[in-house]
């Protein structure tokens, strides 16, 4: 059997992996112990909500921010020194791309 490697957790000293197969044992031992028994709407299909907006807010609840909020938050945290002149255009550039891109302009 292969064994791939999925990242389950991220801890603050590093990644804990768990293989595929450990997560699927995990998951068997909770069907076995019936703690998946009576969740709500069980039977039946599941409601996908497929709208943007949607999806964005719930990325956002979790964590997520797109690569341009990302982009522009590293920039705020660089000091304006001479030393970091180059990165600094380097996010604006990247910075702008995003922008341009996401606004059809490019």
């Known amino acids: 059997m292969e064994k791939s490697f999925?990242?389950?957790?991220?801890?603050?000293?590093?990644?804990?992996?768990?293989?595929?197969?450990?997560?699927?044992?995990?998951?068997?031992?909770?069907?076995?112990?019936?703690?998946?028994?009576?969740?709500?709407?069980?039977?039946?299909?599941?409601?996908?909500?497929t709208n943007q907006d949607v999806m964005q807010s719930k990325l956002r609840d979790l964590g997520f921010v797109p690569k341009e909020v990302h982009l522009r938050k590293q920039l705020a945290l660089l000091e304006n020194t001479p030393a970091n002149f180059k990165l600094r255009q380097e996010l604006m550039i990247e910075i702008d791309i995003l922008t341009q891109t996401r606004l059809g302009k490019i």
């Open 6 to 49: 999925l990242i389950s957790a991220y801890a603050p000293g590093g990644y804990h992996m768990k293989s595929s197969w450990q997560i699927e044992n995990l998951i068997r031992e909770a069907i076995e112990a019936g703690e998946f028994d009576n969740l709500p709407g069980a039977g039946k299909p599941l409601e996908i909500d």
